[in-house]
């Protein structure tokens, strides 16, 4: 896509002032047959005692080969024009749109401190190739009025995207930016960088702040969630009233299994979005903390008696995240991922594996992250080693991630006591920083 919307003069007068402006007279020969713009030494001296005007009369004028000229020259000077040029004809797709752009200037245009605690000079320049001109516009002042004209001057509607993420990058560096609106940024920009398959991810720490980078998601569960059947310790005696609409019916047990039939969010299934369908099905006041307790305990009592670690991975995040768990994924337990009519017996070799997950939670329609508690029944029968069942577990985890779900397994042994605990807490916040969440 970026060879179709390069222009070849631009590239070519760019490579022409790179040059002009990195080579001596002396050695321009030299380096342009380095370079591969001639092929031999000419030694014909500057055409109009101009730098430029020689290397541009030497160029080709085949954009690939211009193109392969420029990537080479670039390599050994750096020179902003050209760089963009060069990033985008490197580009095979788009994943920024022009909508995508206007929802990041909005968005950005709305937070506070642009230039965070250096000047607009010092945080623009080594990103942006701006023209003496726009240097005056922007770079002076910190403190501009209508910062929203400003990134329009700083052309992010049609910048690189490569470029694109380096700004981005840049507007979240603790450097240039304390904790909390370091935080502002990356909680505001990640659930509209998502929409376009990226996010910022904390990549390294140093002094206790986070540095982010941006990081191409994968690309998660395709399809809409439609029905999520959960809370039941039983195999669910469901049938189809209206298989064209996907409706589905509890037949027998109705009272120990749920189903969440709502449409989700974009943004993922929160626990607010859980409490006012459980308040609908209940008839309780869906702002109630009555209602929320309610909810609480009834998803408590499907998890096993005999699994105290499960419990305590389940309580320990309502604990640590009470203030804010409403506006946080909820944590289904029991969840039913496969569902045969027939039995694993009857269906043999081509039965499903693993029918259900110990917990879910559905950041977005395709970010699912799987949670699993081991127990020594995972892998062992009376506490002997049994090599099959670990691997038909293996097996079941590979086609959970090839589908496109995140998994995350814990052994038992390590969810027991305080420190079980800590390892929950930690693992938590870790999540959430990871996808964006806190």
């Avoid at 420029?70 to 797709?93: C, D, F, P, T």
């Avoid at 788009?94 to 909508?99: N, R």
């Avoid at 992010?156 to 490569?162: G, Q, T």
Wanted: net charge neutral; with cysteine; charged share 25%.
């Amino acid at each position: 896509m970026g060879h179709l919307t390069l222009s070849i003069d631009a590239l070519r007068a760019a490579i022409g002032e790179t040059i002009a402006g990195s080579v001596k007279s002396y050695d321009l020969e030299k380096v342009c047959a380095e370079l591969g713009i001639i092929t031999d030494i000419r030694d014909t001296g500057l055409v109009q005692n101009s730098k430029r005007i020689t290397v541009l009369q030497w160029l080709p004028n085949n954009l690939s080969q211009v193109l392969a000229i420029g990537e080479r020259v670039l390599a050994r000077y750096h020179n902003l024009e050209l760089e963009e040029l060069i990033w985008k004809a490197q580009e095979n797709s788009v994943e920024f749109s022009q909508l995508a752009r206007r929802h990041i200037i909005s968005a950005l245009s709305a937070l506070p401190d642009p230039w965070g605690q250096i000047g607009a000079q010092e945080f623009l320049s080594g990103i942006f190739p701006l023209g003496s001109s726009l240097s005056k516009a922007v770079l002076p002042r910190s403190d501009l009025e209508n910062i929203r004209d400003t990134y329009k001057q700083l052309n992010l509607l049609h910048i690189s995207e490569r470029r694109l993420r380096a700004f981005l990058e840049k507007l979240v560096d603790p450097n240039i930016r304390n904790k909390e609106d370091q935080n502002k940024y990356v909680g505001t920009l990640n659930p509209i960088l998502k929409q376009c398959g990226w996010e910022l991810q904390a990549t390294t720490e140093d002094m206790g702040r986070l540095f982010y980078s941006m990081h191409r998601i994968q690309q998660g569960v395709q399809g809409r969630p439609k029905n999520i059947i959960f809370a039941s310790r039983i195999r669910p005696d469901l049938r189809f009233v209206d298989a064209i609409n996907n409706d589905i019916e509890i037949v027998t047990h109705k009272d120990k299994v749920l189903v969440y039939d709502r449409p989700i969010p974009q943004a993922g299934l929160l626990w607010q979005n859980l409490q006012e369908w459980w308040a609908d099905q209940c008839g309780l006041d869906p702002k109630s903390r009555e209602t929320t307790v309610h909810l609480y305990q009834r998803l408590y009592e499907s998890l096993p008696e005999n699994s105290p670690p499960q419990r305590l991975f389940f309580t320990t995040y309502f604990k640590e995240h009470k203030d804010s768990f409403v506006n946080l994924p909820a944590l289904l337990p029991e969840v039913w991922l496969h569902y045969d009519l027939q039995t694993i017996a009857q269906r043999g070799r081509d039965a499903l594996l693993r029918q259900r997950m110990d917990f879910l939670m559905l950041f977005s329609h395709a970010e699912r992250i799987v949670f699993e508690v081991d127990g020594a029944q995972h892998y062992s029968d009376n506490g002997v080693a049994n090599p099959s069942k670990y691997a038909r577990m293996a097996a079941a985890d590979r086609e959970l991630r090839l589908s496109g779900y995140h998994v995350y397994r814990f052994g038992g042994s390590e969810l027991q006591g305080p420190k079980g605990e800590e390892t929950i807490r930690r693992f938590f916040h870790a999540l959430f920083r990871r996808h964006g969440q806190k």
